[in-house]
């Protein structure tokens, strides 16, 4: 099983960027992916949802309006669409499959916004 973060980086306030993870070694539509972050210093929060054949979607009310959760399982792939990127959203963040009994982690990827 592997979930592979990409897409993160450094941008300037403002700015946007793009996460992806790419899911293998499991059934990528049985499972609900959701985006974490954790900043430095700060405990893992939940960012975004999305569920199997992305009938629903939710937010954290710190990103909303600005993120957007997509996935396309014929990729195996779910995406993170940041848009209007704070300094406060710097952080790594990590994809994570989840249905019950199991659950499945990304290594993550570090985003900074500063200028």
């Known amino acids: 099983v592997q979930l592979v973060e990409s897409g993160g980086g450094l941008v300037q306030p403002g700015g946007s960027l793009r996460l992806s993870c790419a899911a293998s070694g499991f059934t990528f539509s049985n499972y609900v992916m959701k985006w974490y972050r954790q900043a430095p210093g700060k405990e893992r929060e939940w960012v975004a949802s999305?569920?199997?054949?992305?009938?629903?979607?939710y937010y954290a009310d710190s990103v909303k309006g600005r993120f957007t959760i997509s996935r396309d399982n014929a990729k195996n792939t779910v995406y993170l669409q940041m848009n209007n990127l704070r300094p406060e959203d710097t952080a790594a963040y990590y994809c994570?499959?989840?249905?019950?009994?199991?659950?499945?982690w990304g290594q993550g990827t570090q985003v900074t916004v500063s200028s």
């Open positions: 994570n499959a989840y249905r019950t009994n199991s659950e499945y």
């Open positions: 999305i569920t199997q054949f992305a009938g629903s979607i």
